[in-house]
């Protein structure tokens, strides 16, 4: 019975120095998993506010996530709040994607 006891210890001893190790790799990820999403975003400067329309005029670089070369053209947003943050000459970091047929703003910040 002993040594059944003793098994069953080091089991569970093994089990949480694992999930300990895991829990810690897992949060050691975290800042890269932030960088590669930073990364992701295109330079872009804001050419005009649509506040009617609920659009923006970019001048962007290549679009990752939509295989896009750089050019200027007019993007719906997701979020109206962002009309009210950015004007005309706005140095902007951003992505799209596809939205109901539209290509749309899925993501704005200024740029630093």
Do not use: Y
Not at 66 to 78: G, K, Q, R
């Amino acid at each position: 019975m002993s040594k059944i006891r003793i098994s069953f210890m080091a089991a569970v001893a093994a089990l949480a120095f694992a999930g300990a190790a895991v829990a810690q790799s897992a949060n050691a990820d975290v800042p890269a998993a932030r960088q590669s999403a930073a990364s992701d975003l295109t330079d872009g400067e804001i050419r005009k506010v649509d506040k009617d329309n609920k659009k923006l005029t970019i001048k962007h670089g290549p679009l990752k996530s939509l295989d896009m070369p750089s050019m200027t053209m007019v993007f719906a947003v997701s979020d109206e709040s962002v009309l009210d943050k950015f004007q005309a000459g706005d140095k902007v970091r951003f992505d799209a994607g596809k939205m109901d047929g539209k290509i749309v703003v899925t993501r704005i910040e200024p740029a630093r």
